[in-house]
């Protein structure tokens, strides 16, 4: 795949530059987003933390802010 090429041959620069931006990887269902993240996590990291916002509220109220 071409697309799959590209987009890890990004996260391999990504992982390399000095200063770390966030990714946010959007795009349609079911095209391999985690499949390809997860991937490049198991060769470049030691350690992956999964966040999944579609999963129950018990992950989304972490991330919930307040207007103070």
């Known amino acids: 795949m071409a697309i799959s090429r590209i987009l890890q041959k990004e996260l391999v620069?990504?992982?390399r530059a000095e200063?770390?931006?966030p990714i946010l990887l959007r795009g349609a269902r079911?095209?391999?987003k985690t499949f390809?993240?997860?991937q490049f996590a198991n060769d470049e990291?030691?350690?992956l933390i999964?966040?999944?916002f579609e999963l129950p509220r018990l992950i989304r109220g972490v991330f919930t802010f307040s207007n103070l």
Do not use: L, S, Y
């Open 30 to 32: 079911q095209v391999g």
């Open 50 to 52: 999964n966040i999944n």
């Open 45 to 47: 990291f030691q350690t």
């Open 19 to 21: 200063k770390h931006e």
């Open 36 to 38: 390809m993240v997860e």
């Open 13 to 15: 620069q990504w992982r």
